[in-house]
């Protein structure tokens, strides 16, 4: 995979898998943002900066699988911040919240009630090449670069999933 650098990063994609974290629950009860998500420690969670575009990418083949949400980095990466407890309700007994040794980024990201669904993605030729489809075993964060992130937004406009970003 090519290095992420703040010159080629178009947006951050996190990845949720539906299995670990209960979307369906989370939107059921009413939530309807993000406020932080899970990612590894390394130069790319260390690259994350406050402004930085975010989208969530459900995975698998389920009723939200592709993207579910778009919004931004809204501080640092680090520890998981104090008075979001409430989202770790939502993952999976048998899997619990994420490893400690994991990081949090801050985030405020808007989720829809209908994603762009990850066949409509991958169909577009320019997002066929995206490391979630090129890589998908990649741990968060991963990322689109300037030109497909462009492409997306467009496609979120085109479906009406979101109104301008």
Not at 2 to 26: H, I, S
Not at 80 to 94: I, L
Not at 119 to 128: F, G, I
């Amino acid at each position: 995979m090519p290095e992420v650098t703040r010159e080629k990063l178009g947006a951050w994609l996190l990845k949720c898998n539906p299995v670990n974290w209960d979307v369906e629950k989370f939107l059921a009860d009413g939530h309807g943002v993000v406020h932080s998500w899970v990612v590894q420690d390394n130069y790319r969670s260390a690259s994350m900066a406050k402004g930085d575009p975010v989208v969530v990418w459900v995975t698998g083949d389920g009723h939200h699988a592709g993207i579910l949400g778009v919004g931004q980095v809204t501080g640092h990466v680090g520890l998981r911040p104090p008075g979001y407890d409430y989202e770790e309700d939502y993952w999976a007994p048998s899997q619990g919240p994420p490893a400690k040794a994991l990081l949090w980024v801050p985030t405020e990201i808007g989720l829809v009630p209908t994603s762009l669904s990850r066949h409509v993605v991958r169909a577009e030729p320019a997002l066929r090449a995206a490391e979630v489809f090129a890589a998908p075993q990649l741990g968060n964060p991963n990322f689109l670069d300037i030109a497909q992130w462009a492409v997306l937004q467009w496609m979120l406009l085109r479906h009406r999933v979101l109104g301008a970003p």
